[in-house]
């Protein structure tokens, strides 16, 4: 909360809804129905359409809409500080990568960007071609008939990180990888429920609320299941340790590949003050999260479309005829850099329903935006993708599914902070370069193989900003098998 005259004195000058002093719009966002949030954030974001500055009670916000103020803030190394909305996960990721600040924040991203960034490059190949084949065959077996997608897509992308960074082979018919995910979607809701409810924001109010008992044991639920990777994953990292001392293959031992969470247990043997074990916990859960919510949406929301727009479909098929033909070899690294037409459709795909729809700064000191005006330190500062793609100035006609908007040449003319779905600058997603390899990976597999049709239309559901982007009713589609022996081989 800040009271201070000179933040409450800088907020009366900014353009925004004015309601009663400090408490702002805190009783509104409070009351508001879920299914409205988007639609009131919407109504909001056009009246205002640079600047949006409110009270929630307390907290002073400011919105920014436009891309020259939007890369003042991410653009700098000096506004790194999450905002005060990421406090309710901290009970659960603790100070992860993605929450932590200050020197925290900078001693982690300089060992976790080889640790991960580069490693993760490297050769994953094989397990993203392995995980989005068996995806393919959970499709197949819905036999042409309706089924939620996200709950097929999730459990591929949980397997995915799991084996590419943690290392460990989870079974997606594993009734624990479904728990997880349960669990994970649960606690996002509850997390943003605490947010908008003023009155939960004490930890001892929330503790006594059916809710805050619901947190407490989702939480201790997926803190055990990533103690258990990392249990089993030191276990295995040490037996390999003892066999690589043994053997005199020197070759044999530099070829093996290494993963993310390896990269930990070495940073706590190296460093033991500076990585304990809280501390790989705290990265495993994030990496966990980010790493298979973000991607599941991407998927889901990107076979959505494809099954409501088949002329895209249908080019995108083309595409993946031109590399593979009628073959059913696995994409190599090599393909991914031919599937042109395929990440314009994931990137208007991000446009439209970028998987993190809010992303927020405390201000840790003054900030002069591209018009001069100051945005005062201790502001939180608000950045949301989800409108910020719908501006019309730079993406006519925004709610049009177009991936014709992502050819080189309309890039080149826009704002390069018109569009950040990995957010940008100093503190963008580390992840990046790995989530356009898996959706890539994972949607040419099921494009070549598989028709997609639709089921869930627009306009048949809502979209929650619940920290990943959800929908309400669930996306369903159908699938079809294209060629009759591309199935039974896939299947074999
Ligand atoms: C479509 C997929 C993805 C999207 C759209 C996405 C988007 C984002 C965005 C917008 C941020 C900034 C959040 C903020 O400032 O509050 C972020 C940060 C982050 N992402 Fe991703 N992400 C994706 C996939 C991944 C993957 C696959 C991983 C890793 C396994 C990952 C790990 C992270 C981490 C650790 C951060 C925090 C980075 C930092 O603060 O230094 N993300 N992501």
Redesign the pocket.
Known sequence: IDVRFKTIWAMCKLPGPWRIPLVGLGIFIATIKDEEIIDQIKIFCKKYPRILAAYVMGVPMVVLQQPEDIEVLLGSINYIK?GYEYYPILPWLREG??VSSGDK?HQR?KLLTPAFHFRILEDNMQSLNKHARQLIKNMLKQEGKAFVADQLVTLCTLDV?CET?MGFSLNTQDNQGNYYVKTVKKISTIVVTRLRTFWLRRDWVFGITRDGKQFKEGLSLLHNFTEKIIKERKASYKLEDNKDEQTEDLELTSKKRKAFLDSLLELDKKYPNLFTDLDIREEVD??MF??HD??SA?IVFALFLLANHPDVQEKAYQEQFSIFGISDRAATRNDLQEMHYLEMVIKET?RLY???PY?SRTLTQDMKLSNNMVIPEGINTIIIPFMLHRNPTNFPDPEKFDPERFTQEECRNRHPYAYI???AGP??????K??MME?KVVLSTVIRFLKIEPVTRDGEFKTFPFLIIRTDPPIKIKTTPRIEHIKSSVIL
């Open positions: 999450k990568l993605l924040w991203r990180i960074a994030t990496f980010e790493g973000t991607t991407a991000l970028p998987s993190v992303i779905p990995f957010s503190r963008n997603c580390i992840g990046q790995f989530a959706l």
